[in-house]
């Protein structure tokens, strides 16, 4: 296996373990304080941290689609997105407020279990050839984002995403 796959299998682990431990140590009342600068509450920015794997489920078709189209249209494509990221703000606030109540503590560490688990499987499959298709990406959607990716990168996104918010959490 490519270390590079490697290294991004063992960060969804570590993402597993540090989601569980957080989730069984947390109060009621910690899941309900508000986090470090953001809007959302610590089990609303929890759920949106979980949120960042499941995007990346969604993304892996759209990559080898656009990556095969001329670059033009992936890099129009990507500034529609990208002229859209008002709405998706809003839709991406409000979409995690919403899902955290689905999603409560119980149901979050099995959400990302299966996730992971599915993004795994389909990255163990992955050749080196797969994993260097390129896509532009509408980088104002997420400071993660660049203005190309390849699949690689969109692999290994959901952890750079989680880690960053993790820094946000006020569970301590």
């Not at 941290?49 to 990346?56: A, D, I, K, P, W």
């Not at 109540?101 to 990302?112: D, E, I, Q, S």
């Amino acid at each position: 296996m490519d270390p590079g796959t490697e290294a991004i299998l063992a960060d969804y682990n570590r993402a597993r373990r540090e989601l569980a431990t957080w989730l069984a140590a947390a109060s009621a009342q910690d899941l309900r304080r508000r986090s470090n600068g953001t809007r959302w509450t610590n089990g609303q920015l929890l759920f949106h941290m979980v949120f960042g794997y499941m995007v990346v489920r969604a993304l892996l078709p759209l990559v080898r689609i656009v990556s095969r189209l001329p670059r033009p249209l992936g890099t129009a494509f990507a500034a529609l997105l990208n002229a859209g990221t008002r709405p998706f703000d809003v839709v991406n606030y409000w979409g995690s407020c919403a899902a955290a109540t689905v999603y409560n503590r119980n149901r979050m560490a099995r959400k990302l279990d299966r996730t992971i688990e599915s993004l795994a499987r389909q990255l163990e499959r992955e050749t080196p050839e797969s994993l260097a298709l390129t896509m532009a990406f509408p980088d104002r959607w997420d400071p993660f984002f660049s203005p190309t990716m390849t699949l690689n990168e969109v692999y290994a996104y959901p952890t750079l995403h989680f880690d960053f918010h993790a820094q946000q959490l006020s569970l301590h």
